[in-house]
């Protein structure tokens, strides 16, 4: 066999067992204090969709919040975070709750659900799938070192 059969019978390999490209969000720490993350996006059934709330550990924790078959629009994400003196909002409102929560009607908070509206920040992505890094220092000024 030649290097040119060689070549092309490990290209063929190589897109016949590379795992299929999956369409997440994803949002890690890279912070020296833990943070709490709670995202939203587009439902397959109509309106958003909000769920939270995933500890991330300090410098580096990672965590996969949205899957691709949980939306019908994967080039728009959302999401709030908060820790260590920080929080990270934005300008589209979603609703939350105190302790763990999945909201199917996310752009409204019912009395009865103990809710609260958040600032989430709109993360749109070309690919449909998007990892989104949280920075900052702590308020002593610790950083984490890659």
């Given at each position: 066999?030649?290097?040119?059969?060689?070549?092309?019978?490990?290209?063929?390999?190589?897109?016949?067992?590379?795992?299929?490209?999956?369409?997440?969000?994803?949002?890690?720490?890279?912070?020296?204090?833990?943070?709490?993350?709670?995202?939203?996006?587009?439902?397959?059934?109509?309106?958003?969709?909000?769920?939270?709330?995933?500890?991330?550990?300090?410098?580096?924790?990672?965590?996969?919040?949205?899957?691709?078959?949980?939306?019908?629009?994967?080039?728009?994400?959302?999401?709030?975070?908060?820790?260590?003196?920080?929080?990270?909002?934005?300008?589209?409102?979603?609703?939350?709750s105190q302790g763990a929560f999945k909201i199917g009607d996310a752009k409204r908070c019912i009395f009865g659900r103990r809710g609260e509206m958040k600032?989430?920040?709109?993360?749109?992505?070309?690919?449909?799938?998007?990892?989104?890094?949280?920075?900052?220092?702590?308020?002593?000024?610790?950083?984490?070192?890659?």
């Open positions: 066999m030649n290097a040119l059969h060689l070549s092309i019978m490990f290209a063929v390999a190589c897109c016949v067992f590379a795992p299929f490209a999956k369409a997440d969000f994803t949002v890690c720490n890279r912070t020296p204090d833990q943070v709490t993350v709670a995202a939203a996006w587009v439902s397959p059934s109509g309106g958003f969709t909000s769920e939270g709330w995933w500890k991330l550990r300090a410098c580096g924790g990672c965590e996969r919040v949205v899957l691709r078959s949980e939306t019908s629009d994967p080039h728009n994400y959302f999401f709030y975070a908060h820790g260590g003196g920080r929080e990270w909002r934005g300008d589209s409102s979603f609703c939350t600032g989430f920040v709109h993360v749109t992505s070309g690919s449909g799938n998007h990892t989104q890094s949280l920075t900052g220092r702590s308020s002593s000024g610790r950083v984490c070192i890659d």
